[in-house]
């Protein structure tokens, strides 16, 4: 029996946030977090669909959603879950390069892939739902051979080959049963943006920070980069609540040049930042490793503007950063997903994936658990992070324990929505809209 995809639909979910500065850096002073909702409709005599979407912050989010109507056009409508999943890693290369004309409008970058990768993870969404499993799960219950069908090694094969991937995966296979149970237990360590957002009062962000030392967050971000004496600041008052011993990490969202980032970075270095997260232009590799090499040991960060797996391979060659922060929606999905992940695995790079926007966090979950269970077989250095609103709209909202990432356990990619929310925040006819 097959299941195949009827019909596909793409809504367009818009949260004001940018009321409540939620969300606000030194780039985006106010966004409304919004996602392209994508529901995969099938055959299915059990009514199963798939859910899977692409983050915007307001603006824009109209184009991604024609984008995956020219998409599921060509590609979706009409195909089966096993055909597609047979061969996944040559599917989404079909999608990414099969028609000419929409690769122009990329290729592999910008609102296209956007749209590829809510697609990308609906159908992932989908297939975890017939098994019965979230997304993590079936990923870590996946031999190395079925892994690495689902990835497209177009471009990649001059730093990993599919026959080392496979070895990298079957190194770690012994303690992945261990691995699986210790994360069970006790899940996976987290870090926490909330009380930095650049919008919240210097009161505001005290309060919020004295709260998650409270409930067990041993790892803070701090927005910076709009005015230095501002973060030197905040950067004070969040080390007053953390003491030395919690880790502190910075975002400049990349507002920098390159020297002014080593010159801003030598002040803050004061407050023994962790990292300094996208501190410039998110395509300037060489930049990156510039960065780096001169504010050592202060780590560099960057990955959610990293629009595919070229660009990370780059970084990785360059040595242009220390934490590898992939997004699950603005990759092409979880395919490109699992590519990066492997490369990170073979440069010993520590990944840790972005999660402030709506339903990255829920995303995110999934591949760290599989990451560390079935690739990289360590924590060291490893934080997933967790921004703090918006989670009450999806069926199974992440849950946290002293800072830790609980295991999902509904089947699926964790993203599917509830139906009154995707109500509400539909743009602009939603009551939250026109209200
Ligand atoms: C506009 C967004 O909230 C960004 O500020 C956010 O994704 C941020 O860069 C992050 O690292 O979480
Ligand atoms: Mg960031």
Redo the contacts with the bound molecule.
Sequence with gaps: MSTTITRVTARDIRFPTSKSLD???AM?AT?DYSATYVTLETDSSLGLQGHGLTFT?GRGNELCVEAVKSLAKLFVVGRTLEDITANFGAYWHEIVAGDCQLRWVGPEKGVIHLATAAIINAIWDLWAKQAGKPVWKLLVDMSPEELVRCVDFTYLTDVLTPEEAIALLRRVEPGKAAREREMLEQGFPGYT?AAGWLGYSEEKMRTLARAAVADGWTHL?Q?VGADIEQDLRRARILREELGWDRKLMM?A?QTWDVDQAVENMRKLAAFDPWWI??PTSPDDVLGHAEIRRRIHPIGVATG?HAHNRVMFKQFFQAKAFDFCQLDPARLGGLNEVLAVVLMAAKFGVPVCP????VGLCQYSQNIVLFDYIAVAASLENRVL?Y?DHLHENFVEPIVIRRGRYMPPKLPGYSVTMKEQSLDRFAYPHGAEWIS
């Excluded at 972005?354 to 926007?357: E, L, Q, V």
Aim: charged residues 40%.
């Design positions: 969300g606000s850096d985006n966004s912050i943006t971000k927005k975002d969202n997260e996208e959610e972005h999660g402030g926007g992070e921004v």
